[in-house]
């Protein structure tokens, strides 16, 4: 069966939903997204939708500040993802895009009131976005993280974007897994893609909102199940860059990118320059969650059977 979009109000096969080239979001930026995963439970055969509700509520947060309004609740936008991936029939883990955006077809308007406001959601087939084993090297990019009086950073603008991927870009470039942003008082914000978590004797610590970091819903997971279920004491507070060189501990969270261990930071080893034990129990923890394997977190998890699939 050929993947399936919800887009234009209608099911339709993913290759035919399209946009012209004039549309305002492809020129200006001026869209809304989100990142959701669908993660395969081989034992039950059917994914389990991770959070689904938290992501549309951040993004319906993200609409009112780019002045989209979208003819959908919360409620019919989980309706409506949880038909598209059924729909779809996948076996796999995939990758749940919704986009919300500037459709009217006019360039040279930058007043957003007057433009016309569509929604499209798909799924891809997708893996991991790193290496979830072998420890990730990242360096400190020279890009820094806007602050909310830029682009305001608690929300996944696609203009906003632009930032994330020069950082990416080049640290790749330089033969690095990832980069690590600092904001403009030069605290750790995040990485590209991803928060951002430190453990120091016994603690772990996370950059707070205020630093300009994003709501990230895989952080707010981490910090649950860290406290819930290891008894970790969690600061959110400033991390000095220099942290990050002599912290006993250090992993990056997403939904891309689940709990992914970092292993260098500017050719300094963190740790032994392996996965430490702290994050190995929390990722073991976490993909458990996600899969819907643990009955004490079944309500983060939405289940979407391609069995369901009418032919």
Known sequence: MPPIAFHKGEYIPLEQASVGVMTHALHYGTAVFEGIRGNWNSEEELSYIFRMRDHYERMLRGCALMHLKLPYSVDELCDITVEMVERCGYTEDIYIRPLAYKSTERVATLNLHTLDDGFTVFAIPFGAYMDLEAAAHCCTSSWRRPEDTMIPPGTKISGGYVNNILAKSDAVAAGFDEAILLNQAGFVCEGTGENLFILRNGKLATPPLDDNILPGITRSTVMDIAYNE????????HIL???????DELFLTGTAAHLTPVGKVDNRSIGDGNMGPVTRALQTLYF??????NPKYRHWCTPASPRLVKA
């Open 241 to 247: 860059r220099s942290e990050l060189y002599i912290a």
């Open 230 to 237: 290891m008894r970790l004491e969690i600061e959110e507070r």
């Open 288 to 293: 458990d969650i996600v899969r819907g394997r």
